[in-house]
T-cell receptor
């Protein structure tokens, strides 16, 4: 186990609704990244948070937003849900520290979101 | 052409076999290469992390990178049923942890 925990495990929403997903990073890790993994595909980078600020963003619309809290935990919010948002949402934590490769990320088990 | 392509699988092998998993890519800027293992209903787990071309060995796993051919491989020796999972390659042009591109994954089954 990586020590990265996500909640809830599963979620069912209807089109147009809003959803909030939560992530607790591994102890001591100060950077959190979020990914979307569609069925049969590899994860796609949504955004990354460091020191409570968005620190980089992939090709996702503004209705995908996030927060990071002082304890480094994080939320992913998705507004105006669309059917194509159905996917596994993964959170990964890493340590932003000199000499530590930032590409070394530890993933949680994910939240499976179904949009009907 | 997708930026990262991976043998689609699924791949079934007998226990003890040597497994070869492969990815090709089109972006010559990629410098960092990773292999992840993802069990069903779990998140990806980092297996191997390499920089630039060359080989890296860790136990039963060997990662190879050939940047001139834009081709990377993961070899698993003495495969075990516990190796049954989806294997994802990932690559990045930098070490900022933001610009990963993952392959779609290859599902591997190791039969006892």
């Amino acid at each position: 186990e990586t020590g990265v925990t996500q909640s809830p495990t599963h979620l069912i929403k209807t089109r147009g609704q809003q959803v909030t997903l939560r992530c607790s990073s591994q102890s001591g890790h100060n950077t959190v990244s979020w990914y979307q993994q569609a069925l049969g595909q590899g994860p796609q980078f949504i955004f990354q948070y460091y020191r409570e600020e968005e620190n980089g963003r992939g090709n996702f619309p503004p209705r995908f937003s996030g927060l990071q809290f002082p304890n480094y935990s994080s939320e992913l919010n998705v507004n105006a849900l669309e059917l194509d948002d159905s996917a596994l949402y993964l959170c990964a934590s890493s340590l932003d520290l000199a000499g530590v490769p930032k590409n070394i990320q530890y993933f949680g088990a994910g939240t499976r979101l179904s949009v009907l | 052409q997708k930026e990262v392509e991976q043998d689609p699988g699924p791949l079934s092998v007998p226990e003890g076999a040597i497994v070869s998993l492969n990815c090709t890519y089109s972006n010559s800027a990629f410098q960092y290469f990773m292999w992840y293992r993802q069990y069903s209903r779990k998140g990806p787990e980092l297996l191997m992390y390499t920089y630039s071309s060359g080989n890296k060995e860790d136990g039963r796993f060997t990662a190879q990178v050939d940047k001139s051919s834009k081709y990377i491989s993961l070899f698993i020796r003495d495969s075990q049923p516990s190796d049954s999972a989806t294997y994802l390659c990932a690559m990045s042009p930098d070490n900022y942890g933001q610009n990963f591109v993952f392959g779609p994954g290859t599902r591997l089954s190791v039969l006892p």
